[in-house]
């Protein structure tokens, strides 16, 4: 049915290149001359019934609105799930059995839509930290774990020592309903391989995987700190010289791990922990993509990035993204971090992305009078749309350093 929801869609896949504007305003004039017969259908089936778009295009395009296609393993229905969280478990309205991420992408008939404020169908699986359960604890007779430390949609994050060597380490244990899903549990163990490429100061060392019965599980190094989102929930924008000679050292992890072919694609501030002895390190590699790698992760909708701190090459689901798309991602970071606030804003998930897409960020300077001149350059060359246009990552930490140094 045509709806602001259609229009929303219809705009985003054009943005994204998906769609032609000839075509979008095609498939909304068949909108309505089909509900002048009685027949309702969505944006995205008109597309697949004219081969406007294909499936993989349109899961991205929703997956983009915020939209998740789940399936009933039971029944086979397909729901729209908006504001889908992978911390969350939905349930189908016909036979109550969970609905689950599909392996290829879903058909596009789809029965319901659930909206965010709708709850009978979710319930959470956030939690409080519990007590680490005794099956936990049998499983690694060589680790002593001592607390949960974190949890994510990938899984739980527990501090444990080594009783060998007494090593104080991170545990990172994949959440069990993702075991069940293949291509999970190759970009959790993709996440170790590229890890142990990796030995630079300023990322997360990673010191094993594998698996503990049906655990899947990482042991990396343990860092005394806090995230960089969570210091700046606390105290909002930061002094430039700290937030520069932080971003530097990023750009120095990210320089490095380019070297090796290895791109992140989800640097933003959650991902970036700093030391309680200054030292700052990259850390969740679990979306990071070797190239030459023929693990694609699209064919379910899934954007492998946070929408807030995504290339625009990213969005618009590019296969070729380079060390740059790391470069603009740190240079929304930044911007973040010395203005105290994105640099688009809009009302909902669609509308922010198609600014994201099409509008240039305000200049940092004009959020921040004190910012000096140099760094309102830099940040504004890290976030130009066309990724050649963007440094990498390395010319970014020399750029830094120079600046750092008062040269």
């Known amino acids: 049915m045509s709806s602001p929801a259609s229009d929303d869609f219809g705009t985003l ?34 597309c697949l019934d004219r081969k406007f778009l294909t499936r993989d295009q349109l899961a991205v395009v929703l997956h983009a609105q915020g939209i998740r296609v789940l399936v009933c393993r039971r029944c086979r229905t397909n729901i729209n799930v908006h504001g889908f969280s992978s911390t969350e478990t939905y349930h189908c309205k016909e036979c109550g059995d969970d609905l689950s991420i599909p392996d290829k992408p879903p ?24 007590p680490i359960s005794p099956d936990l604890i049998g499983k690694f007779p060589d680790l002593e774990i001592l607390k949960q430390i974190g949890q994510g949609g990938m899984g739980t994050v ?23 899903s293949e291509s999970y549990v190759k970009r959790f163990f993709r996440e170790a391989k590229n890890l142990q490429k990796l030995d630079h100061p300023n990322i997360v060392r990673s010191y094993g995987a594998g698996e503990a019965g049906e655990v899947k599980y990482l042991i990396m190094e343990y860092v005394r700190g806090a995230t960089l989102g969570r210091v700046m929930k606390k105290r909002g924008r930061m002094p430039e010289k700290l937030a520069l000679r932080i971003v530097k050292d990023v750009a120095e992890g990210l320089d490095y791990a380019w070297q090796h072919r290895i791109i992140h694609r989800d640097v933003k501030p959650h991902n970036i922990m700093l030391g309680q002895d200054q030292s700052v390190k990259l850390c969740d590699l679990g979306l990071s993509k070797e190239l030459g790698s023929d693990i694609s992760f699209s064919s379910t909708g899934s954007v492998p990035c946070s929408p807030a ?11 070729d993204c380079d060390c740059r798309t790391d470069t603009y991602a740190l240079g929304v970071t930044l911007y973040e971090m010395v203005t ?43 976030l ?15 750029a830094l350093a120079r600046h750092l140094a008062g040269a």
């Not at 804003?345 to 509008?359: E, P, S, V, Y």
């Open 13 to 46: 896949a054009v943005v994204m290149g998906f769609l032609t504007e000839p075509q979008r305003q095609t498939v909304l004039q068949l909108q309505k001359a089909l509900e002048q017969t009685g027949v309702a259908k969505r944006f995205g089936e008109v």
């Open 107 to 130: 058909s596009p008939k789809v029965s319901d839509s659930v909206l965010l404020t709708q709850t009978e169908l979710r319930t959470t699986r956030r939690t409080p930290p519990l």
């Open 158 to 180: 527990f501090k444990a020592r080594e009783k060998a060597g007494g090593r104080v380490v991170a545990l990172k244990v994949l959440a069990p309903f993702l075991s069940e």
């Open 309 to 319: 701190y995504a290339s625009p090459e990213q969005l618009q689901g590019a296969k």
């Open 340 to 382: 105290g606030e994105l640099p688009f804003q809009a009302r909902n998930l669609a509308q922010f992305l198609i600014r994201h897409l099409q509008q240039a960020p305000p200049d940092p300077r004009s959020k921040n009078a004190s910012l000096s001149p140099q760094a309102g350059r830099l940040i504004l060359r890290m």
């Open 384 to 398: 130009e749309k066309p990724r050649d246009a963007r440094p990498e990552p390395g010319e970014v930490a020399r």
